[in-house]
């Protein structure tokens, strides 16, 4: 299980690099898109008409990318001050409960996030603004990340389990 472990979390930190190339490659978009509006370096061209539209999705597919990543790093803010006051073993507890919450809801986004996804490719959707691409496009990562995020709350579970019984002390507390 280690093993399937490392490895997962090996493909992981890929995405999480590529989120970062989507990053850099938005930033480089939008200076293009500043220069370009701003000094008149091809003429007739005012800016990248497209600039807006490609950022806005960017900004979609690297939270996408990197949410599972940020999971297992335990990156995300969490409360747990109550956490932190009541007895060991029944913090342990509600660190289970609320891994079966996340793990519920991440497999019923990631169901009808599939579901989404094969009405709008049926229908032949399609997202109109400057460019014009199939919506099915901007939802197939949707299930997939759900998907991703939901194998990575097994893996918490099993590192919980595995561990002192007690709150987790491998994220990142406001406490």
Same mark, same amino acid.
């Not at 999971?71 to 803010?77: A, C, D, K, S, T």
């Not at 032949?124 to 197939?140: D, F, H």
């Not at 759900?146 to 491998?170: H, K, N, S, W, Y």
């Given at each position: ?10 493909? $992981?930190?890929?995405?999480? *690099?590529?989120?970062?190339?989507? #990053?850099?490659?938005?930033? /480089?978009? =939008?200076?293009? !898109?500043v220069l370009l509006r701003n000094v ?18 960017? $900004?979609?597919?690297?939270? *996408?990318?990197?949410?599972?990543? #940020?999971?297992?790093?335990? /990156?995300? =803010?969490?409360? !747990? ?21 996340a793990l519920v809801c991440c497999c019923?986004i990631a169901w009808y996030g599939v ?61």
């Amino acid at each position: 299980m280690e093993r399937l472990s490392a490895l997962y979390g090996r493909m $992981l930190a890929g995405l999480a *690099l590529a989120g970062c190339a989507v #990053l850099f490659g938005m930033m /480089l978009v =939008i200076c293009a !898109d500043v220069l370009l509006r701003n000094v008149r370096i091809v003429p007739g061209m005012h800016g990248v008409s497209w600039a807006n539209e490609v950022t806005e999705y960017a $900004l979609y597919f690297i939270t *996408l990318l990197t949410a599972p990543w #940020l999971l297992r790093q335990g /990156l995300h =803010i969490r409360v !747990d001050v109550l956490l932190r006051v009541i007895p060991a073993r029944l913090a342990w507890v509600c660190e289970w409960a609320v891994d079966v919450i996340a793990l519920v809801c991440c497999c019923v986004i990631a169901w009808y996030g599939v579901k989404a996804v094969l009405s709008s490719h049926a229908i032949s959707g399609m997202v109109v603004k400057v460019l014009s691409i199939p919506e099915w496009w901007l939802l197939a990562p949707l299930p997939a990340t759900f998907a991703l995020l939901a194998i990575e709350v097994l893996f918490r579970m099993q590192r919980l389990f595995a561990a002192e019984r007690g709150p987790r002390t491998d994220a990142i507390s406001a406490a």
